[in-house]
């Protein structure tokens, strides 16, 4: 009876057991995630690279789509232009459709602006970030190597860069002789109207040519950008 442990001393042992048990329980679970969030930052930083080029090839290639929806309108555009200036008799219909054409190739040309810019956007932030993290490499023959890579991926990044401000640029003279010719013969309609605006309907014809040329150089651009920098097997 002396030897027997009252109820308040078991009530104590066990609640001293309890309590370590969930402290292991604690540290357990506490080991466990530090474990898990090892391995997604380790996963994290073995992938990070490699996502990121195949991110903005991809980001290229969505926004290259609509510069390559520019060179179709520009020559409906060129096409909307012969037909008005070599039409006979009623130049009314032809007429409406330039100028409709018009319309849809200045907003058209709108998008190609604001996709320039936003590849513009995304080389800058994809070079920054991957210059940070080689600041890091400590191996100089792997130091060397990346430096080698960034070079030759600024230089193709930087030509699309070139040839997208080239287009756009070329987009201005284009654009306005068009608008100079709908303002012009929506007041003179005629074919004598026409003879007397053809040196403007073949600069508009020639700025068309260049532009086009230019988009095509675009788009051999970022075909070039996109492979350099989608990882083998995406």
Known sequence: MGDEAG??????????????????????????????????????????????????ADTMAKQTQTI?????????????LDELTQTQGDMRPAFQ?????????????ARTRRTGQTIREKQADYIAQWQKESAEITNPQIKAATEARQAEVRTKLSNLSQTGRTAGDLYDPFISDMRDIRTYLSNDLTPGGVKKIQP???KARQDGAALLK????????SADVQASLRPTGT
């Open 68 to 80: 390559q929806e520019a060179k179709p309108q520009v020559e409906a555009m060129l096409a909307s």
């Open 97 to 109: 459709r330039f100028s409709d054409t018009l319309d849809d190739t200045e907003k058209v040309a």
């Open 7 to 56: 109820p308040g001393d078991r009530l104590g042992l066990d609640g001293r057991s309890d309590m370590t048990s969930q402290s292991c329980s604690w540290r357990a679970v506490r080991f466990g995630l530090a474990l898990s969030l090892v391995a997604v930052v380790s996963a994290s930083c073995a992938t990070t690279g490699f996502q990121r080029s195949s991110n903005i």
């Open 200 to 202: 403007t309907i073949e």
């Open 214 to 221: 230019a988009l095509d150089e675009f788009n051999r651009a």
